[in-house]
């Protein structure tokens, strides 16, 4: 069945270094990937997303990239803050437009002050 | 605006009780979906709601599970005769339409002694 891989299970950086989290997927047809991020006691929050017809995307100090021949996508947080210290997730739906998604199993990240 | 909220937070049941978990998604949003998250490990879909259309239900891990939406708003998770391996998060999400970016609310945490 489809599923998705995440890497690495907890990350731990200095602040103001970046962190990086990659997923690879086994569905071809996936065509959405959203990455989420929770915080203690709280449900998950997207923060960023991206599809299958662009390669990059960059919000502030957070970025997403593609490679769809891989199966490969990365969240990068540059000048990390001890606030981005939660659990992120990263998923990809099940074929191409679909609502169901399938989860990694979490990077914790703690930023250290 | 207010966001998708859950009741009750933290649900203690003994092994072989019923459970009826519920969630208020953000008005307006027409798709809602129940979600599990068992420690340590990823959010695992359950069942899906769209407007009047027939449920997904192909996310329940057995037929002591069922979900229902009423008036197209609250939906209440029923979880029967629980299991010790029935404990985990479950997560409520809603979004405007099937495609749109699904909002998760902060869980409810079942713990079956």
């Known amino acids: 069945g489809e599923n998705v891989e995440q890497h690495p299970s907890t990350l731990s950086v200095q602040e103001g270094d970046s962190a990086v989290i990659k997923c690879t997927y086994s569905?071809?047809?996936?065509?959405?990937f959203p990455w989420y991020k929770q915080e203690l006691g709280k449900g998950p929050q997207l923060i960023i997303d991206?599809?299958?017809?662009?390669g990059e995307k960059k919000d502030q100090r957070i970025a997403v990239t593609l490679n769809k021949t891989a199966k490969h996508f990365s969240l990068h947080i540059t000048e990390t803050q001890p606030e981005d210290s939660a659990v992120y997730f990263c998923?990809?739906?099940?074929?191409?437009?679909?609502?169901?998604?399938?989860f990694g199993t979490g990077t914790r990240l703690k930023v250290l002050a | 605006g207010a966001g998708v909220s859950q009741s009750p937070s933290n649900k203690v049941t003994e092994k072989g009780k019923d459970v009826e978990l519920r969630c208020d998604p953000i008005?307006?949003?027409?798709?809602l979906y129940w979600y599990r998250q068992s420690l340590g490990q990823g959010l695992e879909f359950l069942i899906y709601?769209?407007?009047?259309?027939?449920?997904?239900k192909s996310g329940l891990p057995s037929d002591r599970f069922s979900a229902e939406r009423t008036g197209g708003s609250v939906s209440t998770l029923t979880i029967q005769r629980t299991q010790q391996e029935d404990s985990a998060v479950y997560l409520c999400?809603?979004?405007?339409?099937?495609?749109?970016?699904?909002?998760f609310g902060p869980g409810t945490r079942l713990t079956v002694l």
């Open positions: 709601f769209q407007g009047n259309s027939a449920p997904d």
């Open positions: 998923a990809a739906s099940i074929g191409s437009g679909t609502y169901k998604y399938i």
């Open positions: 991206i599809r299958s017809n662009v």
């Open positions: 008005s307006g949003h027409t798709a």
């Open positions: 999400a809603s979004s405007l339409g099937t495609t749109d970016t699904q909002y």
């Open positions: 569905d071809s047809a996936s065509n959405y």
